[in-house]
């Protein structure tokens, strides 16, 4: 089985404070994403990475960033945490994207919550 | 822009009974759809994709989806709901630059007993 991992599953950080939010894929996937989800706006992505040390930014990447040094290894990075950044989010991984009929994989999710 | 709209939150049906969930795009191209469900909690489970060809998609778990691009519709189905479906249902658009993929906002459903 294809296994997105999120080594956090729930964070609680103060403002200000850097936040790193990890994931592993496992099947040797090109493409790697980092979406935010909340109530009401679905999920929307903030970065993704086509291979490695390659990125874009998504519809929301103000106050992130990431790092993809191996290809198994997507990173989100947020250099100085705000309370409007408590959210879910969720890192993703395919083999080729969505418009060449490759599933997307989601990871469990990571509770982030800024006080 | 690429966009996805799902008219209903929250729908509530009875353990049983047919469900239809309603998602809208709006895409200038010949749209990849997909319909993912997310139980409390969890990530993402792709349900069904349509890409081409047949305009009825059938997927896991029971569900079925068709395409109608006079409507710009792909509305997700079920002919008889079970206790385990109640969760959170995500329709989805591909755009065609870098992979990426457009959510909706989600509809919530809830099973009665």
């Known amino acids: 089985d294809v296994k997105v991992t999120q080594s956090s599953r729930y964070l609680v950080k103060r403002t200000g404070e850097k936040v790193f939010l990890e994931c592993v894929q496992d099947m040797d996937h090109e493409n790697m994403f980092w979406y935010r989800q909340d109530p009401g706006l679905g999920l929307r992505l903030i970065y993704f990475?086509?291979?490695?040390?390659?990125?874009e930014k998504g519809d929301i990447p103000e106050g992130y960033s990431v790092s993809r040094e191996k290809k198994e290894r997507f990173s989100l990075i947020l250099e100085s945490a705000s309370t409007n950044q408590t959210s879910m989010y969720l890192c993703?991984?395919?083999?080729?994207?969505?418009?060449?009929?490759?599933?997307?994989?989601f990871g469990e999710g990571s509770w982030l919550t800024v006080v | 822009a690429q966009s996805v709209t799902q008219p209903d939150i929250h729908i509530t049906v009875s353990e049983g009974a047919s469900l239809e969930l309603r998602c809208n795009y709006s895409?200038?191209?010949?749209?990849?759809l997909f319909w993912y469900v997310q139980s409390p909690g969890q990530g993402l489970q792709l349900l069904l994709k349509y890409f081409s060809g047949d305009t009825l998609v059938q997927g896991i778990k029971g569900f079925e989806a068709e395409f109608k691009r006079s409507q710009s519709s792909f509305n997700l189905r079920k002919p008889s709901v079970h206790w385990s479906d109640a969760a959170e249902y995500f329709c989805a658009v591909a755009a065609d630059s870098y992979d990426k993929v457009i959510f909706g906002p989600g509809t919530s459903l809830s099973v009665i007993p």
């Open positions: 993703a991984s395919s083999a080729a994207g969505a418009v060449t009929g490759n599933t997307i994989y």
């Open positions: 895409y200038g191209a010949t749209p990849y």
């Open positions: 990475s086509y291979d490695v040390k390659m990125k």
